[in-house]
Each structure stands twice: as C-alpha cells, then as structure tokens.
C-alpha cells in the first residue's frame, strides 16, 4: 500500500480562501473532489486539526497530508502478454492488439487489458481504473497510455479534456473520397439502441470533432488518416458512417461488404474475412506530465489491416481507375 505524505504552509496570498480551494491549488497534482474527500475523512489536517473544505483561511496556517492509497480496483489479475512500447516510473504507452477488450464489464468480466495491467504492475489497483486514462474500442488496434501513479493520473486526465493529446488514427473506409475534410457534429447515446452512438443535437450530445485527410483511393474504398479533437465514444466511427463512409468491417455503423467491379477472388476473401472496424490508433503524442518531456510514439499497422491495404492496392493495380 502507497502512503502519500506532504507538509506546507497556506501562502498568505490565500488568505480569504475556502480550504478546499486553496489545497487545490497548494497540491495540483491531485484533483479537487480527491482533495475534497481527504478533508473530510481528516486525512489532511489544518494546524494539526480536522477542518471542514469550506472554512475560510488566514493564511500561514500549517497543512499536513498523509493518506494511505486503498484498492480501488478489485479486478484479478491475470497474465496476458502486453506489447508495451515505452514504460518509465510514471507512465507506460502499450499498444493494444484488436479484440482485447479494455475494461471488465457485462459479458466481459475478465482477460481485459485492465486484467493484464493488474499483473503486470499490481499497485495500479490503487489509482482509478487501474491508471487507464482513455480507451480504444474492443475491435480497435493501437497506442494508449496509463498512469502508473495518482498525480500521473489526475495530468494526463487534464491534458486529455484540454485537447493537448494528439491521437492519429488510421482508417479504411468504403467509397472512394476526393479530399479530407473535418466533422463536427455532437454525439451522444442513440434513441433506438443502446450499445450505439449517434449524431445528436447540441442539446442531446456533446461536442464532437474529427478531422481526417485521404492518404489513399482505392476502386471502392479510401485509406485515411483521422485525428482527433475530441474523444467521445466511438466517435470516428459514428462521423466517417454520417458522412457516408463507414469504416470497412464495422458490425455497428453500416460498414458492409463493398466490390469493386471484377474483384479478385483474393480481394472478395480479403474483405469477407475483415470482421471488425479497420481503425488503428498509429501515433500518440505528449508533453510527459511529470518530467516535461515531448514524446511520441508510433504503431504500425496489424498484420490484418496490413493484407486489407494491399489487397486494395493490387485490386487498383490491376484495373485501375475505370472500373467500378
């Protein structure tokens, strides 16, 4: 179990402030409603006495910090191999093979990456989600990055909702596209069905924005590159789907079987055997939150999405451009 110790004195700047508001800003490295709750429990102490957050202060006053971090994760640990690209004592970037789902839930109790991360550090069950600070869908391939500990945790949260995480996706799409472009169009839950997302109004969803240029046109289907604004659920695959272009292999969204006119046997089995969305999250890149380091890391695409791509590619090859 990790014990957090920190002693300071209320700057005298802070005299007139809430408790609670003035901790905030003494010790950033842990958010308010976690602060707030130590108060409350008397894990942090003003002069050596409970205070409750809201008590006003002079100034000068000694604070004291002390907290033992409890389990917050029960889940089991389990051994399933992790592909990690970077670990240091902060924070660790993995990149997450399609069909490994990221957080237990209903139908998926265990061998989730949260599982695995478990066995391979067990005191991330002290830090919210065992330190998953984001999520790729089950069928999704590609970077992400964990928190190894709470103030590693409660930065990359931060520099999440304020956009400073470049995410770079790689997408296969059917139709064939003429240029990039941006979506910006608020999602939230869909009326009739709970398991997918949907365009939505400013009132029903939250804002939403995806920008993506063509890397490639095949006869049926464009190769893109996507980034992300924003990161709401599913949400490239609900944009390139409201514009028409659905990522190929997508089980929610519409992605079906396209052919190209004459398709080759090799390209029909190709695209049949495609069974989940063909998106890969190929670049992650930060400001690490701890030492001020600029990193970014690469993935290359999956053996799967690989033969998807070169498939199009001879099919192109083949017939060229005239044959739809």
């Known amino acids: 179990?990790?014990?957090?110790?920190?002693?300071?004195?209320?700057?005298?700047?802070?005299?007139?402030?809430?408790?609670?508001?003035?901790?905030?800003?003494?010790?950033?490295?842990?958010?308010?409603?976690?602060?707030?709750?130590?108060?409350?429990?008397?894990?942090?102490?003003?002069?050596?006495?409970?205070?409750?957050?809201?008590?006003?202060?002079?100034?000068?006053?000694?604070?004291r910090l002390q907290v033992e971090l409890e389990t917050?994760?029960?889940?089991?640990?389990?051994?399933?191999?992790?592909?990690?690209?970077?670990?240091?004592?902060?924070?660790?970037?993995?990149?997450?093979?399609?069909?490994?789902?990221?957080?237990?839930?209903?139908?998926?109790?265990?061998?989730?990456?949260?599982?695995?991360?478990l066995h391979h550090d067990p005191k991330l069950a002290e830090l919210p989600r065992a330190g998953i600070v984001h999520r790729l869908d089950k069928d999704t391939s590609g970077l992400m990055v964990v928190a190894k500990t709470l103030p590693t945790y409660t930065a990359l949260v931060d520099l999440l909702s304020r956009h400073e995480v470049e995410r770079q996706?790689?997408?296969?799409?059917?139709?064939?596209?003429?240029?990039?472009?941006?979506?910006?169009?608020?999602?939230?839950r869909s009326m009739g069905?709970?398991?997918?997302?949907?365009?939505?109004?400013?009132?029903?969803?939250?804002?939403?924005?995806?920008?993506?240029?063509?890397?490639?046109?095949?006869r049926a289907h464009s190769l893109l590159q996507c980034q992300l604004e924003t990161g709401r659920t599913h949400q490239?695959?609900?944009?390139?789907?409201?514009?028409?272009?659905?990522?190929?292999?997508?089980?929610?969204?519409?992605?079906?079987?396209k052919l190209p006119k004459g398709a080759s046997a090799e390209l029909i089995a190709t695209l049949r055997g495609f069974r989940r969305q063909a998106l890969h999250a190929e670049k992650l890149s930060f400001i690490h939150p701890i030492t001020g380091e600029a990193l970014s890391f690469s993935a290359e695409r999956p053996a799967d999405q690989l033969a998807l791509i070169e498939a199009l590619r001879a099919d192109l090859l083949e017939h060229g451009t005239d044959h739809y």
Do not use: C
């Open 1 to 63: 179990m990790t014990t957090i110790r920190h002693e300071a004195e209320v700057p005298l700047a802070a005299a007139g402030r809430r408790f609670d508001q003035a901790l905030a800003e003494m010790f950033p490295d842990y958010s308010r409603s976690r602060l707030s709750g130590w108060i409350k429990s008397g894990a942090v102490t003003l002069d050596g006495a409970q205070a409750p957050p809201r008590q006003l202060l002079r100034g000068g006053e000694q604070v």
């Open 72 to 117: 917050e994760v029960t889940s089991t640990p389990e051994d399933i191999a992790l592909d990690i690209v970077h670990e240091d004592e902060h924070l660790l970037v993995l990149n997450k093979p399609a069909g490994l789902v990221v957080h237990p839930g209903a139908g998926n109790p265990a061998g989730t990456l949260l599982n695995a991360l």
């Open 169 to 188: 996706y790689e997408a296969v799409v059917l139709g064939t596209m003429v240029a990039g472009g941006t979506v910006d169009e608020p999602i939230g």
């Open 193 to 218: 069905d709970r398991l997918r997302q949907a365009v939505r109004d400013e009132e029903d969803g939250k804002r939403a924005v995806t920008h993506y240029r063509l890397r490639e046109r095949f």
């Open 236 to 257: 490239i695959r609900v944009h390139l789907a409201h514009i028409n272009h659905p990522l190929v292999g997508d089980p929610l969204y519409g992605g079906g079987l």
